[in-house]
């Protein structure tokens, strides 16, 4: 939720640092811009993702060249806008010899005089390309602050009678937490947190908006050393949201890890330092989301806690 956060609101400080630049500095600063876009790897797989998608040859640029008619085209949704504005930008650099040194000095675009070039390029290039980034930020960022709410809600809450549920069952005990997430989605305004629907990999344990042409990919795991769940419940989980990802040409696929044992598991993942721990992966985003359901004494009264380092390299391991 955070760095989701943290990432719009540096998109749009770089929006206003081109809006500020002087007609010297102005290249200078786009140049850095797309730097940033290309050196984080959201934003990196984004683009990617839409540049795989919709593929503009090199004739389409030059016949447009002749006509300087750039912003006369109509794109089926904000993906291929995207890819369009960012190999729009692509195509522009690689005719300048000096790069991106002085471009509105250099290129005409079809659109007000050379001198009102820079204008030109934030509001037809930049600012799409942002409000796409921002779309797909912000339906991550609602689904991400859902389930920490979820998180905080159980934790503080709920824990009590949900373990007692657990504890008092003899078998699907995966069952009875998945009603509890899907409840609490419901009453959150995901309209059809459905259970179990079936894809060619199997099935996920919660797709909400089933009908729609976005829905929500949530795999539930238990550690509980009592009934041998361990480590290897979290890795076959995100086995299973790769899959589930990948059936549902989704961006995002979240694993709720519900913990019993009186362990901390540390995620340390090199594209997260926040809540929650975010692996990308082929160009689209796993979110890991552990609640601590450990319920044998008071937090004063807890003692030594076993903790457990989870990385990279053990999540992929025989993935």
């Given at each position: 939720?955070?760095?989701?956060?943290?990432?719009?609101?540096?998109?749009?400080?770089?929006?206003?640092?081109?809006?500020?630049?002087?007609?010297?500095?102005?290249?200078?600063?786009?140049?850095?811009?797309?730097?940033?876009?290309?050196?984080?790897?959201?934003?990196?797989?984004?683009?990617?993702?839409?540049?795989?998608?919709?593929?503009?040859?090199?004739?389409?640029?030059?016949?447009?060249?002749?006509?300087?008619?750039?912003?006369?085209?109509?794109?089926?949704?904000?993906?291929?806008?995207?890819?369009?504005?960012?190999?729009?930008?692509?195509?522009?650099?690689?005719?300048?010899?000096?790069?991106?040194?002085?471009?509105?000095?250099?290129?005409?675009?079809?659109?007000?005089?050379?001198?009102?070039?820079?204008?030109?390029?934030?509001?037809?290039?930049?600012?799409?390309?942002?409000?796409?980034?921002?779309?797909?930020?912000?339906?991550?960022?609602?689904?991400?602050?859902?389930?920490?709410?979820?998180?905080?809600?159980?934790?503080?809450?709920?824990?009590?009678?949900?373990?007692?549920?657990?504890?008092?069952?003899?078998?699907?005990?995966?069952?009875?937490?998945?009603?509890?997430?899907?409840?609490?989605?419901?009453?959150?305004?995901?309209?059809?947190?459905?259970?179990?629907?079936?894809?060619?990999?199997?099935?996920?344990?919660?797709?909400?908006?089933?009908?729609?042409?976005?829905?929500?990919?949530?795999?539930?795991?238990?550690?509980?050393?009592?009934?041998?769940?361990?480590?290897?419940?979290?890795?076959?989980?995100?086995?299973?949201?790769?899959?589930?990802?990948?059936?549902y040409n989704k961006n995002d696929g979240y694993l709720?890890?519900?913990?019993?044992?009186?362990?901390?598991?540390?995620?340390?993942?090199?594209?997260?330092?926040?809540?929650?721990?975010?692996?990308?992966?082929?160009?689209?985003?796993?979110?890991?989301?552990?609640?601590?359901?450990?319920?044998?004494?008071?937090?004063?009264?807890?003692?030594?806690?076993?903790?457990?380092?989870?990385?990279?390299?053990?999540?992929?391991?025989?993935?």
């Amino acid at each position: 939720m955070y760095y989701n956060h943290n990432l719009r609101a540096d998109l749009q400080e770089w929006k206003s640092r081109l809006t500020r630049a002087d007609y010297n500095q102005f290249g200078t600063q786009l140049k850095f811009f797309f730097e940033f876009l290309e050196k984080n790897k959201l934003i990196s797989s984004l683009l990617m993702e839409a540049n795989n998608k919709y593929k503009f040859e090199v004739l389409y640029f030059e016949n447009l060249d002749r006509t300087e008619r750039y912003f006369d085209s109509e794109f089926q949704n904000s993906v291929e806008q995207t890819a369009y504005c960012y190999q729009l930008m692509q195509h522009i650099i690689s005719k300048l010899k000096q790069g991106f040194h002085l471009i509105n000095q250099n290129v005409y675009l079809g659109t007000g005089d050379y001198d009102d070039q820079s204008s030109v390029i934030i509001d037809n290039i930049i600012t799409p390309m942002i409000y796409y980034f921002h779309d797909v930020l912000d339906k991550s960022n609602s689904t991400t602050y859902l389930l920490e709410k979820y998180k905080k809600r159980v934790e503080w809450f709920t824990k009590s009678s949900l373990v007692e549920k657990y504890e008092t069952a003899t078998k699907n005990y995966e069952d009875i937490l998945e009603e509890d997430l899907r409840l609490f989605l419901f009453d959150q305004g995901i309209d059809y947190p459905f259970s179990t629907p079936k894809s060619a990999s199997g099935r996920a344990d919660i797709i909400g908006a089933i009908d729609t042409e976005d829905p929500l990919i949530v795999e539930i795991k238990i550690l509980d050393k009592d009934k041998k769940y361990g480590l290897e419940r979290i890795k076959s989980g995100l086995n299973q949201i790769l899959k589930y990802t990948n059936d549902y040409n989704k961006n995002d696929g979240y694993l709720v890890i519900y913990n019993f044992d009186k362990i901390h598991y540390d995620f340390k993942l090199k594209d997260s330092n926040s809540f929650p721990p975010m692996l990308i992966l082929n160009n689209k985003s796993y979110y890991f989301i552990i609640i601590d359901m450990y319920n044998k004494s008071s937090a004063s009264k807890l003692g030594q806690i076993e903790k457990i380092e989870i990385t990279e390299t053990i999540l992929l391991n025989n993935i």
